[in-house]
Nanobody, 123 residues
Framework: QVQLGESGGGLVQAGGSLRLSCVGS????????ISWFRQAPGKERDFVAA????????DYADSVKGRFTISRENAKNTVYLQMHSLKPEDTAVYYC????????????????WGQGTQVTVSS
C-alpha cells in the first residue's frame, strides 16, 4: 500500500512554469507506476503523464507533449511534473496516482490517489 501527497500548485500567468511534486509513503513506492491526472470543474479526470516504476518509460497526453516532463527520484519517494509554457486550459486540480504494472490512461485502473493540488493559469 502507498499513500500519496501532491504539492507545488498555484497561480501562474500564461507562458509560465510550475513544478508539481508527488511524495509517496512506504518502502515499496519505487515499485509503483505513477501517473498524473487533472480535472477541471465540470469535466472528467484526464490523463496527463506517467512514468513506469523503473523510470525507463514515460507517456504523455498529446495536449502536454513538449511542454510537460515527468521524472522520478525513487530515493526520495518523489515523482515530479515539470510544466512549462502553461496555458489557461491547463487550469485544473492535478492528482497523482499509483498502480503496480503498466501505464494506463484510464483513472479507474489506479489504486491509490493523492488529494490533489490546484493549478490556475491566468490569461
Amino acid at each position: 500500500q502507498v499513500q500519496l501527497g501532491e504539492s507545488g500548485g498555484g497561480l501562474v500567468q500564461a507562458g509560465g512554469s510550475l513544478r508539481l511534486s508527488c511524495v509517496g509513503s512506504g518502502r515499496t513506492f519505487s515499485s509503483y507506476t505513477i501517473s498524473w491526472f487533472r480535472q477541471a470543474p465540470g469535466k472528467e479526470r484526464d490523463f496527463v503523464a506517467a512514468i513506469i516504476w523503473t523510470g525507463g518509460s514515460t507517456d504523455y497526453a498529446d495536449s502536454v507533449k513538449g511542454r510537460f516532463t515527468i521524472s522520478r527520484e525513487n530515493a526520495k519517494n518523489t515523482v515530479y511534473l515539470q510544466m512549462h509554457s502553461l496555458k489557461p486550459e491547463d487550469t485544473a486540480v492535478y492528482y497523482c496516482a499509483a498502480r503496480l504494472g503498466s501505464i494506463f490512461h484510464n483513472p479507474g485502473r489506479y489504486n491509490y490517489w493523492g488529494q490533489g493540488t490546484q493549478v490556475t493559469v491566468s490569461s
